[in-house]
Nanobody
Framework: VQLQASGGGLVQAGGSLRLSCAAS????????MGWFRQAPGKEREFVAAISWSGNTTYYADSVKGRFTISRDNAKNTVYLQMNSLKPEDTAVYFC????????????????WGQGTLVTVSS
């Protein structure tokens, strides 16, 4: 599976962005898909994940109520809608695909996209 993330950019605090992650390969719907982020000097941290069916979603406490993860298996794409953005959301956002169960752990992911930069100004 190859992943291509897009949609990052510069936005003012309180604004919104939607990230997309397009996957190649016919087995996309067999993977849990997740979004992580990494700020300068910090470790990659879990943001959100979604089950293969799209019926179950998981969020970090820091983004719950502001971010929404979704997927369209027909388009092999996963999305992250980010609302009410804060300066502390500034980071490079990565999408990943995971075939196991530890969806909040970056090391458990099998495939990663290249990352897209989100910058939130105050």
């Amino acid at each position: 599976v190859q992943l291509q993330a897009s949609g990052g950019g510069l936005v003012q605090a309180g604004g919104s962005l939607r990230l997309s992650c397009a996957a190649s390969g016919r087995t996309f719907n067999r993977y849990i898909m997740g979004w992580f982020r990494q700020a300068p000097g910090k470790e990659r941290e879990f943001v959100a994940a979604i089950s293969w069916s799209g019926n179950t979603t998981y969020y970090a406490d820091s983004v719950k109520g502001r971010f929404t993860i979704s997927r369209d298996n027909a388009k092999n794409t996963v999305y992250l809608q980010m609302n009410s953005l804060k300066p502390e959301d500034t980071a490079v956002y990565f999408c990943g695909a995971e075939s196991g169960y530890f969806l909040r752990v970056a090391n458990e992911y099998d495939y990663w996209g290249q990352g897209t930069l989100v910058t939130v100004s105050s």
